[in-house]
């Protein structure tokens, strides 16, 4: 599935000639990469020793239509608030996250069953994502192009298509062995792949490196439509604290390019 989104991808950005003579869009292109943090039904919920023993990673490929500015003939666009105020994203991208239990529960002055069940519980969640994301400058994107060592705030919604992998498994023995699982995980694991819509909010800024090119720094916050990303989904009802679908933050890193 991944190959057959990145060849979906790369169509879209191969057609950017087409584009441009028809709608008078510019393209840019660009790579992100950055840690991840998961949040998932592993550890406690707000736990610090949690939240940063559960960090992986996350890399993408980008594609911008800018609205501002015409390639084909090295001229601005109209002038509307739109052109000057948006971007419209397009994204493929993956990210990956070893996951372990940590906090109170499997701290190393509790010795009981369950603790020692919980401290040899381990996860993978590996997610693909495509989808597009509208981001909104304040300030204008013709002066911040025209600029160089300008910087370029900008604040993004949208939406994606995540396919998951999850893999669950305990150091202890085959997850359906008697007394290898906490109760409450009894039941609750898949390693099945599956897919589900997501939701991705971010707040960053670009900065204007050359006539041609920008660095960008973005922190991202994606919800999941679905709880088993993780591999692990404990009945609600019965555990509260697992009620949560999976989420991320994830700290971007990223080069921009823009096409002529």
Known sequence: MPKKLLLLLLTLIGSSSITRAQFGFSHEVGAIAG?????SDYGVRQDTETN????GYGIGLIHYLNFSYRAECNCYTPETYFNDHFKLRTE???????LQHFGKWVDDKKQGPTAQQLRAMRGEASVTDLGMQL??????IREFTATE???GPFVSLGAHYSFFRPETYSKLGRLDQPGVLPTKYI????NDSGSTWSVVASVGTRYKLTEL???MVDVRWQYYFSNWVDGLN???HLFPENKANDWLVWLNFGYIYYLD
């Open 35 to 39: 840690p991840v943090m998961f949040m």
């Open 52 to 55: 940063i023993g559960n960090i």
């Open 92 to 98: 493929l991208s993956y990210n990956k996250t070893n």
């Open 135 to 140: 981001e909104y400058y304040p300030l204008s």
């Open 149 to 151: 060592g300008s910087f």
């Open 187 to 190: 039941g609750a694991t898949s």
């Open 213 to 215: 090119s920008d660095l």
């Open 234 to 236: 404990p009945d609600e």
